[in-house]
């Protein structure tokens, strides 16, 4: 198991810049990949980011490609998501979250590949 904590959100207006952290302890970090999530009020938990074990492949959901970054420090044990030309729709709670792979190159993209979460960050995006 490792444990996550977010932190890094906030108000920002429409197309300004955040950058999120989720730091990790625990469990040995280089075997676990990654992922960032967001979830709006009255709409279901998805799928933002994510980003493999060790050989850096990413993978985004179409509405943030161009505009978000996923990255993953093994030594420092964090993992960011920086988040450029923010929307109003990009308004939601962001939660990381870690998946125990073998596998150094597999990027997860269901809720359900993750095995921990963090508590969440607040992001709210204004007009």
């Known amino acids: 198991q490792v444990q996550l904590v977010e932190s890094g959100g906030g108000l920002v207006q429409a197309g300004g810049s955040l950058r999120l952290s989720c730091a990790a302890s625990?469990?040995?970090?280089?075997?676990?990949?990654m992922g960032w999530f967001r979830q709006a009020p009255g709409k279901e938990r998805e799928f933002v980011a994510g980003?493999?074990?060790?050989?850096?492949?990413?993978y985004y959901t179409d509405s943030v490609k161009g505009r978000f970054t996923i990255s993953k420090d093994n030594v420092k044990n964090t993992v960011y998501l920086q988040m450029n030309s923010l929307k109003p729709e990009d308004t939601a709670v962001y939660y990381c979250?870690?998946?125990?792979?073998?596998?150094?190159?597999?990027?997860?993209?269901?809720?359900?590949?993750?095995?921990?979460w963090g508590q969440g960050t607040q992001v709210t995006v204004s007009s």
């Open positions: 979250a870690a998946a125990f792979t073998y596998s150094a190159s597999m990027v997860y993209r269901s809720t359900a590949g993750y095995d921990d």
């Open positions: 625990g469990r040995t970090f280089s075997t676990y990949a």
């Open positions: 980003i493999s074990r060790s050989t850096g492949n990413t």
